[in-house]
T-cell receptor, first 113, second 108 residues
């Protein structure tokens, strides 16, 4: 049982390059989330989805786009990477918003130089 | 400004000691969760509380949700080196918001 799988695990980008982070879950969860984690700031919500074909903005959405074409996949795109987007990105999924809780992937460490 | 304030930020104790970490907000949560995160991994859910005054126990860990649903605490009895990690609280408002965490180190 894989749970939530994120790819890639590590990536280095040059400023201005684009990339897509992939998230896949095998638990049939309706809700999926993208967070970024920075030292001393906890996890901040970028975008989320409440079901296939839906997306919504979170706390820090600027510079990112997302798509949920299939229920099991949630993609996070960076169109023109900036050094401020250097962070660890986590995908999570859940049966609801809030309770009973989320299952997280193991993260993607992104460095923008 | 963090919606959820966790204290202390860092805690280093000896094996066998007891400890309590706190999660506070000026807002009311509809639910609150505690996660533990180890280096290089994603957070792992420990517990969810939804009712004011609720107390849940998970082996040596005791979680309490404040009566007004604005705060929570995590108490660990007889801490072990395996308890070392980053403890995060998360509260649901319009979306799930996380505190910055308490980094716990338990020395053998």
């Amino acid at each position: 049982n894989a749970g939530v799988t994120q790819t890639p695990k590590f990536r280095v980008l040059k400023t201005g390059q684009s990339m897509t982070l992939l998230c896949a879950q095998d638990m049939n969860h309706e809700y999926m989330y993208w967070y970024r984690q920075d030292p001393g700031m906890g996890l901040r919500l970028i975008h989320y989805s409440v079901g296939e074909g839906t997306t919504a903005k979170g706390e820090v959405p600027d510079g990112y786009n997302v798509s949920r074409l299939k229920k099991q996949n949630f993609l996070l795109g960076l169109e023109s990477a900036a050094p401020s987007q250097t962070s660890v990105y986590f995908c999570a999924s859940g049966r609801g918003q809030g309770a009973p809780g989320y299952t997280f992937g193991s993260g993607t460490r992104l460095t923008v130089v | 400004t963090q919606l959820l304030e966790q204290s202390p930020q860092f805690l280093s104790i000896q094996e066998g000691e007891n400890l309590t970490v706190y999660c506070n907000s000026s807002s009311v949560f509809s639910s609150l969760q505690w996660y533990r995160q180890e280096p290089g991994e994603g957070p792992v859910l420990l517990v969810t509380v939804v009712t004011g005054g609720e107390v849940k126990k998970l082996k040596r860990l005791t979680f309490q949700f404040g009566d007004a649903r604005k705060d929570s605490s995590l108490h660990i009895t007889a801490a072990q080196p395996g308890d070392t990690g980053l403890y995060l609280c998360a509260g649901f408002f319009n979306d799930m918001r996380f505190g910055a965490g308490t980094r716990l180190t338990v020395k053998p």
